[in-house]
């Protein structure tokens, strides 16, 4: 695959995953209360995260190949070059700071000029792309470059597809033409860009979405199960890479190999996807019957 289509199936796989993300958070800031709203952000991301921090950690420790331990890469917060356990982080460091800037906006009444935001960051980062292009190869940056790097391009054009929907810009071939622009884009150097990438993964969600509600009865249970765990699928998938790697004999055939990493992250997303949702739901409840002024207090200790 890697010899086909080089970086590409990463770049569109982090890009469609932001822009997914930016399509949610537009929706929910609008239902939730900001203080909630952040609560939920926090025991979404990082209990999973912690329980499979441990249990690589772990398995590390018992191969004698011990690592090191990182507070400040264990919270996600953009600091620069850290340590990081599972080696999946950089994407967290991202979701987690759009979560926080999402907060702010709801917490200061924004939620009505959402897509005027979303069109005038947006706008930032074109110049970002110019005025400090050296930044933008830099995957764990300090906090002050971060809204500044083309990797945010997903997720700010997927906070306009909400309103998009409502107005019927989206029609039902939307996916399609995301899916061609982004194929005949790849001829070209420009197509291998966050930038050009986070637009194309926008309109390929957009049109995800315009498809689905117009399905009704849903044919494909069995791929929802999969985005159930798709969070701990993420974070098990270069745990199991380098394990089975670790293990395997050096004249291994590396098609086998590659059948034993897919078979892998798969089993072990399947156990740790189900935990995943059932804490999620554990701790989202626990958040939901907090009082106000301690719910608060918990978040503004987080922030």
């Known amino acids: 695959f890697y010899a086909v289509f080089g970086g590409l199936f990463g770049l569109y796989g982090v890009a469609i995953f932001f822009a997914i993300s930016g399509y949610l958070m537009a929706i929910?800031?609008?239902?939730?209360?900001?203080w909630r709203f952040m609560a939920h952000r926090i025991v979404r991301i990082y209990?999973?995260?912690l329980i499979a921090a441990a249990l690589y950690t772990a398995v590390l420790f018992l191969l004698n190949r011990p690592i090191g331990f990182d507070p400040i890469g264990l919270s996600l917060v953009p600091a620069g070059r850290r340590f990081y356990a599972i080696g999946v982080e950089w994407t967290l460091l991202f979701e987690v700071t759009f979560y926080v800037g999402i907060f702010v906006v709801g917490l200061c009444r924004w939620t009505d000029h959402l897509e005027k935001i979303a069109i005038a960051w947006?706008?930032?980062?074109?110049?970002?792309?110019?005025?400090?292009?050296?930044?933008?190869?830099d995957l764990t940056p300090p906090i002050y470059r971060l809204?500044?790097?083309?990797?945010?391009?997903?997720?700010?054009?997927?906070l306009l597809i909400p309103r998009c929907l409502e107005r019927g810009f989206v029609s039902r071939w939307t996916w399609l033409v995301g899916v061609a622009l982004a194929v005949a884009l790849t001829a070209f150097p420009i197509g291998h860009t966050r930038w050009v990438a986070g637009l194309a993964a926008a309109v390929i969600v957009?049109?995800?979405?315009?498809?689905d509600d117009e399905l009704g009865r849903r044919p494909f249970d069995g791929l929802k199960l999969l985005g159930d765990w798709s969070y701990a699928l993420y974070l098990c998938h270069i745990p199991i890479i380098r394990t089975v790697y670790h293990f395997a004999p050096p004249n291994a055939d590396t098609r086998l190999l590659w059948v034993g990493v897919l078979a892998g992250s798969l089993a072990l997303c399947a156990a740790l996807g189900?935990?995943?949702?059932?804490?999620?739901?554990?701790?989202?409840?626990?958040?939901?019957?907090?009082?106000p002024a301690r719910l608060r207090l918990w978040v503004a200790a987080y922030l």
């Open 28 to 34: 929910l800031i609008r239902r939730t209360d900001p």
């Open 47 to 49: 209990p999973t995260l």
């Open 122 to 137: 947006l706008g930032l980062l074109l110049w970002g792309v110019f005025a400090f292009p050296t930044w933008q190869d």
């Open 147 to 158: 809204p500044l790097m083309d990797a945010c391009v997903a997720f700010a054009a997927g």
């Open 206 to 211: 957009a049109g995800a979405v315009r498809v």
């Open 274 to 291: 189900t935990v995943d949702v059932r804490l999620y739901r554990l701790t989202k409840g626990v958040v939901d019957r907090l009082p």
